[in-house]
Protein backbone atom coordinates (compact mmCIF):
# COMPACT_ATOMS: atom_id res chain seq x y z
CA UNK A 1 0.00 0.00 0.00
CA UNK A 2 1.27 3.52 -0.88
CA UNK A 3 -0.22 6.62 -0.07
CA UNK A 4 1.20 9.65 -2.10
CA UNK A 5 -0.41 13.87 -0.66
CA UNK A 6 0.96 16.40 -2.39
CA UNK A 7 -0.96 20.08 -2.83
CA UNK A 8 0.36 22.01 0.52
CA UNK A 9 1.50 24.63 0.66
CA UNK A 10 1.33 28.44 2.43
CA UNK A 11 -1.98 30.17 1.51
CA UNK A 12 -3.34 33.58 2.96
CA UNK A 13 -6.80 33.45 5.04
CA UNK A 14 -9.20 33.20 2.67
CA UNK A 15 -7.64 31.19 0.29
CA UNK A 16 -8.00 27.85 -1.41
CA UNK A 17 -5.92 24.74 -1.66
CA UNK A 18 -6.58 21.27 -3.46
CA UNK A 19 -5.04 18.41 -2.16
CA UNK A 20 -4.26 15.18 -3.69
CA UNK A 21 -3.56 11.74 -2.61
CA UNK A 22 -2.37 9.33 -5.06
CA UNK A 23 -2.70 5.47 -3.94
CA UNK A 24 -1.54 2.24 -5.10
CA UNK A 25 -0.89 -1.28 -4.11
CA UNK A 26 -4.78 -2.11 -3.25
CA UNK A 27 -7.98 -1.64 -4.67
CA UNK A 28 -8.56 2.08 -4.13
CA UNK A 29 -12.22 1.42 -5.67
CA UNK A 30 -13.17 -1.13 -2.49
CA UNK A 31 -12.56 1.29 0.16
CA UNK A 32 -13.77 4.50 1.97
CA UNK A 33 -11.05 6.85 2.31
CA UNK A 34 -10.91 9.53 4.37
CA UNK A 35 -8.28 12.57 5.35
CA UNK A 36 -6.88 13.70 8.72
CA UNK A 37 -4.89 16.45 9.95
CA UNK A 38 -2.38 17.39 12.96
CA UNK A 39 -1.58 20.19 14.07
CA UNK A 40 1.27 21.39 15.79
CA UNK A 41 0.72 19.98 19.54
CA UNK A 42 -2.05 18.28 18.64
CA UNK A 43 -3.56 14.65 17.97
CA UNK A 44 -4.29 13.88 14.31
CA UNK A 45 -8.02 14.40 13.99
CA UNK A 46 -10.15 12.91 11.50
CA UNK A 47 -11.57 16.34 8.47
CA UNK A 48 -13.93 13.92 6.03
CA UNK A 49 -14.77 10.77 4.77
CA UNK A 50 -15.72 9.48 1.12
CA UNK A 51 -17.34 6.16 0.02
CA UNK A 52 -16.75 3.87 -2.15
CA UNK A 53 -18.85 5.65 -5.26
CA UNK A 54 -18.38 8.45 -4.09
CA UNK A 55 -21.71 9.01 -3.59
CA UNK A 56 -21.49 9.90 0.53
CA UNK A 57 -19.35 12.51 2.03
CA UNK A 58 -19.14 13.40 5.88
CA UNK A 59 -17.16 15.90 7.18
CA UNK A 60 -15.93 17.20 10.60
CA UNK A 61 -18.05 20.23 11.87
CA UNK A 62 -15.50 22.57 11.42
CA UNK A 63 -14.44 22.01 7.97
CA UNK A 64 -18.49 21.81 6.98
CA UNK A 65 -19.18 24.26 4.30
CA UNK A 66 -15.65 24.86 2.82
CA UNK A 67 -14.12 21.27 2.40
CA UNK A 68 -15.20 19.16 0.07
CA UNK A 69 -14.06 15.35 -0.52
CA UNK A 70 -13.85 13.23 -3.61
CA UNK A 71 -12.16 10.25 -5.60
CA UNK A 72 -11.82 9.67 -9.01
CA UNK A 73 -11.76 5.72 -9.08
CA UNK A 74 -10.05 5.85 -12.51
CA UNK A 75 -6.85 7.39 -11.35
CA UNK A 76 -6.85 5.38 -7.81
CA UNK A 77 -7.07 9.03 -6.46
CA UNK A 78 -8.50 11.37 -3.35
CA UNK A 79 -8.71 14.92 -3.28
CA UNK A 80 -9.73 17.45 -0.79
CA UNK A 81 -11.03 20.79 -2.33
CA UNK A 82 -9.85 23.14 0.86
CA UNK A 83 -11.90 26.78 0.52
CA UNK A 84 -12.04 29.69 3.48
CA UNK A 85 -9.29 28.94 4.62
CA UNK A 86 -8.28 29.74 8.59
CA UNK A 87 -5.35 29.78 10.70
CA UNK A 88 -6.82 27.08 12.38
CA UNK A 89 -6.51 24.78 9.31
CA UNK A 90 -2.97 25.04 9.44
CA UNK A 91 -1.58 21.34 10.62
CA UNK A 92 -0.28 18.34 8.49
CA UNK A 93 -3.18 16.59 6.04
CA UNK A 94 -2.72 12.94 5.50
CA UNK A 95 -4.93 10.90 4.08
CA UNK A 96 -5.67 7.50 5.16
CA UNK A 97 -7.06 3.56 4.21
CA UNK A 98 -8.56 1.33 6.65
CA UNK A 99 -9.12 -2.14 5.81
CA UNK A 100 -11.64 -4.60 6.82
CA UNK A 101 -8.90 -6.03 9.92
CA UNK A 102 -8.51 -2.07 10.83
CA UNK A 103 -5.32 -1.82 9.74
CA UNK A 104 -4.52 2.03 9.23
CA UNK A 105 -2.48 2.76 6.69
CA UNK A 106 -1.26 6.82 6.27
CA UNK A 107 0.80 8.84 3.37
CA UNK A 108 3.71 10.58 4.66
CA UNK A 109 1.41 14.28 4.97
CA UNK A 110 1.53 17.62 3.40
CA UNK A 111 1.95 20.73 5.09
CA UNK A 112 -1.19 23.28 4.64
CA UNK A 113 0.18 26.69 6.49
CA UNK A 114 -2.74 29.74 6.35
CA UNK A 115 -1.28 32.47 7.33
CA UNK A 116 -0.70 36.13 6.08
Known amino acids: VQLVESGGGLVQPGGSLRLSCATS????????MRWYRQAPGKEREWVAS????????DYTDSVKGRFTISRDNAKNTLYLQMNSLKPDDTAVYYC??????????WGQGTQVTVSS
Open 25 to 32: GFTFRYYV
Open 96 to 105: NLRTEASNDY
Open 50 to 57: VTRDGGVK
